[in-house]
């Protein structure tokens, strides 16, 4: 069994027992570590793909990505590329929170990494996404969420068509005018 697998199942296994606040905490303390220094970024990666709620995953994610900032670019790359794996393959079990942290990064060649993902999720994923949507999403994000609003239109799935009322309502709710988004 890999070092992953068995992590994960541990962790599968306190997941009943432990509230939000405990992994919260736990959390917390992860992330101070691995911003210290003293655990690697991968440290994150079983909260990010064993835990189910949104807010937990997402912040893990946004720590995840942070750590691996201050590594070299191809190290870096590596870990997007595994981050985009993990939304592809359903490896994670809250795949919205995963897609959302990288989305929420505005940086276009993470964006371009994840615009053939946005057909894997589900509404429900989608509506993840756009709940983590900051107030005012930066440019490259509306561009996205735009792009993706488009790329929905039209059509007859009704899943398809919820995740398009899902991103009008996100786009609608952005402080950002509509005009700037056409010059971005």
Known sequence: ????????????QRLPAESPAIRWSNLATLRDEVRAGRRPPDALVTTILGDID?????????AYLEGCATLPAAFHSAAV?????????????NRGSVFAALLGTADPGIHERLAAQRLVLSAEEVAVVCRHLPP????????FLREWAELVE??????LSRQRELLAGALDGSSVPAAQLVAA
């Open 154 to 159: 039209g059509t007859d799935d009704p899943a």
């Open 1 to 12: 069994m890999s070092p992953m697998t068995s992590a994960l199942i541990s962790y599968w």
């Open 136 to 143: 005012a999403p930066a440019k490259p994000v509306l561009v």
């Open 54 to 62: 949104d807010e937990i995953v997402h912040a893990a994610t946004r």
């Open 81 to 93: 590329d595994a981050a985009v794996e993990w939304i592809r393959r359903g490896l994670a079990l």
